[in-house]
């Protein structure tokens, strides 16, 4: 059963990453915007942001654009820091362990992460570019390692 469950989380996952690549880029950035607006909204008076075509947070001097592009990266990032968890977790309940899982999950994060890029080619108003394959990856990578970390702990805290 947890097997199962494993395998449709992560299933269900992947199909969450290809939805978000399927938007226009017009939606994506209806998405992101709405989030450095929120963002702007939360800042302390003497950093509020002001309107989305002016917007500048005062303190650090990001503009809108900025700090736009920063929370999608930082989201794409995510959802393979996420996705790398999920595929980690399946390996291990299919009992694949130690440096095979890491480099397995890697592997996967990487195709998934070139197939995603490949895909947005043809959605209107995206494109492809190595630089966010790199972003997805490096979300992998930390994803992966979170994982190894727990393992170590919990495999330390079993010798107690």
């Not at 509020?48 to 700090?67: A, G, H």
């Not at 990032?77 to 299919?94: D, H, K, N, P, T």
């Not at 995603?116 to 997805?136: C, K, M, N, P, Y």
Request: aromatic share 12%; charged share 20%; hydrophobic share 50%.
């Amino acid at each position: 059963m947890r097997r199962k469950l494993a395998v449709i989380v992560c299933l269900l996952w992947m199909a969450f990453i290809f939805y978000q690549s399927s938007q226009t880029s017009q939606q994506s950035n209806e998405l992101s915007h709405e989030i450095v607006n929120y963002i702007g909204s939360q800042q302390k008076e003497e950093t509020k942001v002001e309107t989305p075509e002016s917007m500048v947070i005062q303190e650090s001097k990001w503009s809108f654009e900025q700090v736009n592009v920063f929370i999608r990266k930082s989201a794409h990032a995510f959802e393979f820091f996420i996705l790398a968890i999920l595929l980690a977790w399946v390996l291990i309940e299919y009992h694949i362990s130690g440096w095979k899982v890491t480099v397995m999950t890697l592997l996967a994060v990487l195709l998934y992460a070139i197939s995603d890029e490949f895909h947005q080619l043809f959605v209107e108003g995206r494109s492809a570019r190595i630089f966010d394959v790199t972003v997805d990856f490096v979300g992998g990578v930390i994803g992966i390692s979170f994982v190894q970390l727990i393992l170590k702990i919990r495999q330390i805290k079993s010798r107690r």
